[in-house]
Structures are given as C-alpha cells and as structure tokens.
C-alpha cells in the first residue's frame, strides 16, 4: 500500500488510511523524506483520522516519520487522533511527541501556517526594546 | 461518582472534588475525551482546587487526561494546585506535565484563551504589544 503524498504549495498533506507492514512503514519514511527535500517543504500535515486503533508500533512509525520530517526543518503537525486512540496511547505509556497535534486536518493547517510565519521567534524572555 | 462536563463555548471545565477510584477515574477520562471530540473543543481547564491531597495514583490520573486532551488537539490548564499538594507532588519525584498550571480558574480561561487565540505560534512568553 503506497501512502500518497499531497502537495498544497510549500506543505505536504499525508493521510494513513490503515496499519502499515514494516515495508510499507519504511517506503512511506523515505518517500516523505525525499519529497520534504525535494520541494523543501515547510510542513507536513499528518492525517491518522482513519486509525481506529493505533497499536504501539504504529505509534513509533508515526513518532519517527514526525522526528524526521522535523530533522530536516519542517513543522509537523498530528490530525485527527480518535478519542479511543488517544486513550489507549497514554494507557500503553506512549505519546505522540514529535510534533503538535490538531483536532482534523483544517485546524492543522492553520496551525502549520502559523507555526511557519513565526518560525523561529521563539520568545523565552522577550526583549524590553525591539 | 460522575464528574460534571461543563461547556463554555469550544472550552471545556471539569472539576475534579474528591479521589477518584480505578473505575471513576477511566470513565471520567473517556467522557472526556468523547465530550472533547465531540464539540471540537479548542481547550479544556480542569480545576483541582477541591482536592488537598493527591497522591501517586491521582497525580498520574490527572497527567494522563491531560496527555490525552493534549493528543485530540485542545489545549489543556490545571487550575488551583493546592500549595500542600504541589509540594507533596514535587517531594513524591511526580509533577503535572501535561499541561500549563494557572492559579484559578479565572485565569487558566485567561491563559486558555490566549493559548488558543495564537495557536502554533512558537512564543512561551507573550509580547508586551500584539
């Protein structure tokens, strides 16, 4: 099953639709990867809304792709996590943490565009001038 | 014992009164969870200025609903950390990690708001001027 990758200008739009095997995870890792470089990507929008269950090695394919995509220095954010998912993660003492979540692919857009218009400003004091 | 789910808008309060057991406590999460899906809520405060006391195992509770809300996409504040149960949480090598802490509830709406009004943006501390 190849996973397809959609362009939306500078933001990569990705949907799991179902469990993916070791081969299918590892094409989908590389894929995205290439294709984060190839247009130099500023974001990537991950959609596991079709996921009625996440098992926990599904939850390490999608922590790594996320910390990939974050490596090469785009913003990712997780949509549409179900709320049974989201309890079964915690209780398995898993996280999503490589990246922000988003309630369904609209809100993780926006907050992919906000995140790239203010990269970078990462205000822990701010400045008393400027 | 079932705890209460009040709506404010996209924000949901829950407050926590007393020691939940193993059965209240997954309830309580799943309700939450459900009721978070299910209006899309941006955010959701939950209030423990009733409980005194918290040990290991509520603490863990509290965190974990936390994580949960966090994973569907809300943005989540613990209200009304009692001085005596902050210690005793620090002492105990625990803390509330998955959210923001705010004095009241009068506040964490504040910090809430806030939260959600510059969702993605990357800024720990807010600008004097917006």
Same mark, same amino acid.
């Given at each position: 099953?190849?996973?397809?990758? $959609?362009?939306?200008?500078?933001?990569? $739009?990705?949907?799991? +639709?179902?469990?993916?095997?070791?081969?299918?995870?590892? +094409?989908?890792?590389?894929? $995205?990867?290439?294709?984060?470089?190839?247009?130099?990507?500023?974001?990537?929008?991950?959609?596991?809304?079709?996921?009625?269950? #996440?098992?926990?090695?599904?939850?390490? #394919?999608? &922590?790594?792709?996320?910390?990939?995509?974050?490596l090469? %220095?785009?913003?990712?954010?997780?949509?549409? #996590?179900?709320?049974? #998912?989201?309890?079964? $993660?915690?209780e398995? %003492?898993?996280?999503?943490?490589?990246?922000?979540?988003?309630? &369904?692919?609209?809100?993780?857009?926006?907050?992919?565009n906000?995140?790239?218009?203010?990269?970078?400003?990462?205000?822990?004091?701010?400045?008393?001038?400027?």
């Amino acid at each position: 099953m190849k996973i397809p990758i $959609l362009r939306l200008g500078r933001i990569l $739009l990705v949907s799991i +639709q179902d469990d993916l095997t070791d081969n299918d995870a590892m +094409q989908f890792q590389s894929d $995205l990867v290439e294709r984060v470089a190839e247009i130099e990507a500023l974001g990537v929008a991950i959609d596991i809304t079709a996921l009625d269950v #996440v098992d926990s090695y599904m939850a390490r #394919v999608i &922590n790594d792709t996320a910390c990939m995509v974050g490596l090469l %220095g785009a913003e990712v954010v997780i949509c549409g #996590v179900q709320p049974f #998912v989201a309890m079964t $993660l915690i209780e398995m %003492g898993r996280d999503l943490l490589g990246a922000n979540c988003a309630f &369904n692919l609209e809100q993780g857009l926006e907050i992919l565009n906000r995140r790239i218009a203010t990269r970078g400003d990462i205000h822990i004091d701010e400045d008393e001038d400027d």
